[in-house]
């Protein structure tokens, strides 16, 4: 991942960045899921892995979920979002 490369000093600024709430993760999934292609489990651990990091390394918890999809959101996908607290 991008921060696990970057120099200590780096990766310092990034924490201190979010601690001042002056960068945000927004959505924090391990990756940007297929809606049209995906089982509900895969969404959820996809979610868990991004979240878990972004907690672990910054101790932050997303609560905007934001997803790029060209041919619409699936209501499974919003329905998900809404049980993970996502405003």
Do not use: C
């Not at 990766?11 to 993760?25: D, Y």
């Not at 990091?53 to 060209?70: A, N, R």
């Amino acid at each position: 991942m991008w921060y696990e490369s970057q120099p200590a000093q780096k990766q310092q600024n990034v924490i201190k960045f979010v601690q001042e709430g002056r960068l945000h993760f927004s959505n924090a999934g391990f990756s940007m899921n297929d809606e049209g292609a995906t089982y509900y489990d895969d969404m959820i651990e996809n979610m868990i892995a991004g979240h878990r990091y972004v907690h672990d390394k910054f101790g932050y918890v997303p609560t905007v979920g934001w997803h790029i999809d060209p041919f619409g959101h699936s209501a499974s996908q919003a329905y998900l979002y809404s049980l993970m607290g996502f405003n």
